[in-house]
């Protein structure tokens, strides 16, 4: 089973696909955390890719499609998995349908978290991250066991760098030129569900299951 998870900054892609990848055993995966990690190694890529998140632009669509090609054909991903924002363009759209189809695959789901933008500020505001167990938490809404270490890991809870006020609303704008054309192509053929993303974690994830289990 493929399934995507849409929506703008902070709506709840990494919580959510976290909780589905648990329950239905397959990897998730968030394009943002796997820049994330190119940037800490500073390669040539994980420079270029810096000066893109830094600035709340998004990453050119064929280093994104390279990255998540490369990823989609590790072996745990043979029964699925689940893509935390992407595709977030038209032409990445194209380029995974093409590949999927090439493999006699197929996209099944695409969630649309939908939330208030003045809600997207205060999670956003609040969330804490694991930088290497990339697990999310909110200082209220989802708070760490110990104040400001991942449970997980034990390692420091950071705020991240694209989550300052001023990057925050450009990657708002950002996403919202992009999002409709994305949505109108996966609603044409009924593969888009919206969820309403208002309420807490576990209601979220409860609608989201009934989306994937019916
Ligand atoms: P990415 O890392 O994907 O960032 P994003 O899309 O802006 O989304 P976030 O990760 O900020 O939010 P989220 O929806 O995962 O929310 P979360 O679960 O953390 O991408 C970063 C950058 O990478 C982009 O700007 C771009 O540069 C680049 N990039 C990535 N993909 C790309 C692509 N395909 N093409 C080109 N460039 C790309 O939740 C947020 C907070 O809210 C947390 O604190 C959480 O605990 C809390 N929370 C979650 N759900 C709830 C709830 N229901 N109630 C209360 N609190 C909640
Ligand atoms: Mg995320």
Redo the contacts with the bound molecule.
Sequence with gaps: MIIVVF??????????SAKLSAHLGIPAF????M??AAMVEDSPLGQKIRS??DA????P?EV?NELVASRMVQPDCADGLIL??????VA?VKVLEGWLAGRKMKLDYVIE?VVDREELVK??A???YAPTSKK???EK??PPRVPGKCNITGEDLIH?D??KPEVVRH?FD??TKNTQPVLDYFAADGRLSRID?M???DE?YADILKVVEK
Aim: glycine share 16%.
């Design positions: 929506g703008p900054p902070g709506v709840g892609k990494g919580t959510q968030s394009t943002g955390d820049f994330r893109f998140m709340g632009d998004l990453v669509d994104v935390d924002g992407y595709p977030r363009t990445q978290l999670r956003l609040g969330r804490l999310t938490y909110h809404y989802a991240r694209d989550d990657r950002v996403y993303g309420k807490n974690i979220v």
